[in-house]
């Protein structure tokens, strides 16, 4: 009891220190925001971000067909479901080690080249696992779209960097439209080809709008202008300012262009010193390898930093339980909703056979808490703020997801009827706050480290899902089984609570006209 009694104390503590905190956050502004929120939304967005959507897609695709391709290779290369899960453990694991390093990249050379470069590695190994001549082929083809997949955070923090503050959370949610298009895309994908032609007409189906992304991507896309003006490159921050600002219709006058031209790299937050490691402003040397790259641009400067620190290790350990939630959660209502082991014995047998309209009611099933999320990811209210805005689109879903996940194990108590119920609001509840978690994530992190402290929580969330399977499938009683798949969702809420509110307002807006303030914010923060 005492013990309980100093985690709830705990809990309280740190509950009460976010919110205190909460206007120091990611949202306080950076240089940019007041242009940007001049400059509005408008043509020039909706240009880029149909872009950067159609590269959401592209990965979503690539993700969700696994669970079609995995069953059909084993038909088609006699190697049982057992031997093709190889194919996924595979992909997984590549998107484990690339994540993180994507994300490092992405900080140190530009989000452009990072977006070009997976895009282009998702084409190659999208025709080598559609021309698969073996299956070994096709498992080093899927090890490559692994490490494609890794790089899912770079769009996000190029769209974070380039839109008005006041409307942030609905641009960037976009991103998740595009995510649920591509889930449905790859059941009609495999509707319409695998009973007829087979697997690797799916295959090369959901990869041909890749090769036209990509040559689309390479001409159009444009660098974030915040990555710019962090690397020292206000000339090209302007020129890229100033052709959105012309698209939209409210081209920059010549004394702003002056000033943001007159900009220099805003500092970093004071990290405390260490005899081994370098300055928080130092630059890797040329030819330093990935390691020295991470202390001088990275984790070392997450890691030095306490304030950054704290934030960085609570996001990274939510992240770690909801890729644990999700995919327990996926798993375990196929357990859920079957009637007996006979049912599923018969669907194991299938082999490269699905139940394409049911594929299809559950991925559309994601779409409206997409559309709840994009309702109130902008708008903090309620005590504290914590009903909308980022935080309340997060923690409220996931506490209802956690009872509505408990409650499909009480098939006694609920009826058939009541377990689909609970599943379908325990979807509708992951999908709203699944929306909002990525659109949060890269505004919690400063620029020179944005897609690393985000693309590491997308690392997390994979490393997650490894040991949901083997949970769920366990000899554990179902009751037992739900109750720890609620309490992964129930403990994601509590740490989101502990996170600072990142939704923009117009202090936040009115704050970033003083140059530097961001800086100085997270300098002077006490604790």
């Known amino acids: 009891k005492r013990k309980l009694e100093a985690v709830l104390l705990l809990l309280h503590a740190q509950l009460a220190r976010a919110t205190r905190r909460a206007q120091l956050a990611m949202s306080e ?3 940019l925001d007041p242009l940007l929120e001049r400059i509005g939304y408008g043509r020039g967005h909706r240009s880029a971000l149909l872009l950067l959507g159609f590269a959401s897609a592209c990965q979503s695709v690539q993700t969700n067909v696994l669970g079609f391709l995995m069953p059909c290779a084993a038909v088609t290369f006699d190697v049982g479901l057992q031997g093709s899960a190889l194919i996924g453990a595979l992909n997984l694991a590549a998107s484990c080690v690339a994540a993180p390093l994507i994300g490092l990249l992405a900080d140190h050379y530009g989000r452009r080249p990072a977006i070009l470069f997976t895009l282009a590695l998702i084409v190659a190994a999208g025709v080598g696992s559609a021309a698969a001549p073996t299956f070994w082929v096709l498992c080093v083809s899927q090890t490559a779209m692994g490490a494609a997949l890794g790089g899912y955070m770079p769009p996000l923090c190029l769209a974070t960097e380039m839109a008005p503050p006041s409307s942030r959370g609905r641009i960037v949610n976009l991103s998740n439209w595009f995510w649920s298009a591509g889930t449905v895309l790859v059941v009609l994908a495999g509707w319409a080809a695998v009973p007829f032609a087979g697997w690797r007409l799916q295959l090369a189906a959901i990869v041909a709008p890749t090769f036209a992304v990509l040559p689309w991507a390479w001409s159009r896309l444009r660098e974030s ?3 710019l003006l962090e690397h020292g490159q206000p000339d090209a921050a302007a020129d890229v300012l100033q052709r959105l600002a012309s698209d939209n219709g409210r081209p920059l006058d010549a004394a702003e262009l002056k000033q943001l031209r007159e900009l220099a790299a805003p500092p970093k937050p004071a990290a405390p010193a260490a005899a081994s490691a370098p300055a928080a402003g130092a630059k890797a040397a040329p030819g330093s390898g ?6 001088a641009e990275g984790y070392g400067y997450i890691l030095r930093s306490p304030r950054l620190r704290s934030i960085a290790l609570i996001h990274w350990s939510m992240w770690l339980l909801t890729g644990f939630l999700y995919q327990a959660l996926i798993f375990y209502s196929t357990i859920a909703f079957e009637e007996s082991a006979d049912d599923e014995e018969a669907s194991l047998e299938a082999g490269c056979a699905f139940d394409y309209a049911a594929e299809l009611l559950i991925a559309v099933a994601e779409i409206p808490g997409v559309l709840l999320a994009h309702a109130l990811i902008d708008r903090p209210c309620g005590p504290g703020g914590l009903l909308g805005g980022r935080r309340g689109t997060q923690w409220l879903p996931y506490a209802l997801c956690a009872a509505a996940t408990y409650g499909m194990s009480l098939r006694a108590a609920v009826g058939p009827t009541g377990v689909l119920v609970c599943g379908a609001l325990a979807r509708f509840c992951l999908s709203a706050a699944s929306s909002a978690q990525y659109v949060a ?9 944005r897609s690393t402290g ?12 490894v040991p949901a399977g083997a949970f769920v499938y366990s000899d554990l009683p179902q009751y037992a089984v739900a109750l720890g798949v609620a309490l992964s969702s129930a403990l994601s809420a509590a740490l989101i609570l502990m996170l600072p509110e990142t939704a923009a307002s117009k202090a936040a807006a009115d704050k970033g006209a003083e140059y530097g303030t961001f800086a100085e914010a997270r300098r002077d923060e006490p604790g």
């Not at 985000?454 to 899902?465: I, S």
């Open 225 to 227: 202008p915040l990555w």
């Open 290 to 295: 990935v390691a020295e790259l991470a202390l």
């Open 441 to 449: 994530a890269p505004e919690l992190y400063p620029t020179a480290v």
């Open 29 to 31: 502004a950076t240089p």
């Open 454 to 465: 985000a693309n590491t929580a997308f690392f997390f969330t994979l490393v997650g899902g």
